[in-house]
């Protein structure tokens, strides 16, 4: 960075820059939570159409004393089946429902440390290019790039820079 650059930044807008980022995360979380919401209300569908499909089952499935001369097998068979193949289905969205719920944990926990980032950098940093060394490492310590899919985190762009000027 130029010491022109440095000059003119100031604490306060590294400070805005890590509020923002806490919020885009914030933001992402509650779309997650939306988005873990609505599979769950799938998995409760399922979970109902599971139970209807075993009520309706008879208590006791007759064996067959000679083996059938038809290729299809009988009607309690493909419900077994079938509700076999929903409750896999009903395995997967809970798996991905536990995924979401750990991204959304590590998006959460992100936000949090970007807010105390700005409250640390606002009372206790007054040189603008400090607070920019402080926040590049620690969006380097953090990985911060893998959450910000559509934005360019301030490590990026330091590492821009950089092999720009090589």
């Known amino acids: 960075m130029s010491e022109d650059a440095a000059d003119t930044l100031a604490v306060e807008d590294v400070v805005e ?5 806490a919020g885009l995360l914030s933001g992402s979380v509650a779309t997650m939570g939306e988005e873990a919401d609505d599979l769950l ?7 109902a159409e599971i139970r209807s499909r075993l009520e309706a089952l008879p208590d006791e499935v007759e064996a ?9 097998p009988d009607a309690g068979e493909v419900d077994v089946a079938a509700i ?6 009903l395995e997967e969205k809970q798996l991905l429902v536990e995924a979401k719920q750990a991204r959304m944990q590590a998006f959460q926990a992100l936000a949090a440390d970007y807010s105390e980032l700005a409250e640390e950098l606002s009372s206790t940093v007054d040189d603008g290019e400090e607070a920019l060394t402080r926040v590049i490492e620690f969006e380097a310590d953090a990985d911060a790039p893998v959450y910000f899919d559509e934005r360019e985190t301030m490590v990026e762009a330091a590492a821009s820079a950089d092999s720009g000027t090589e």
């Open 64 to 72: 067959t004393e000679t083996p059938s001369t038809a290729d299809v």
């Open 41 to 47: 209300d799938e998995i409760d569908q399922e979970m």
């Open 17 to 21: 820059y890590c509020r923002t980022q």
């Open 84 to 89: 076999e193949e929903l409750q896999e289905e």
